[in-house]
């Protein structure tokens, strides 16, 4: 599930975090 949404970091990109079946929060970050 979805634990923080798509989030601008300003000229550094975006990112979110999401949990996954564990319980494991985990991120994903792009630049554009």
Same mark, same amino acid.
């Given at each position: 599930?979805?634990?923080e *949404?798509?989030?601008s970091?300003?000229?550094?990109?975006? =990112? *979110?975090?999401?949990?996954?079946?564990?319980?494991?929060? /985990?991120?994903? =970050?792009? /630049?554009?």
């Open positions: 599930s979805i634990v *949404a798509k989030t970091m300003g000229d550094a990109g975006y =990112y *979110a975090t999401f949990e996954d079946t564990e319980g494991n929060r /985990l991120a994903l =970050y792009s /630049l554009s």
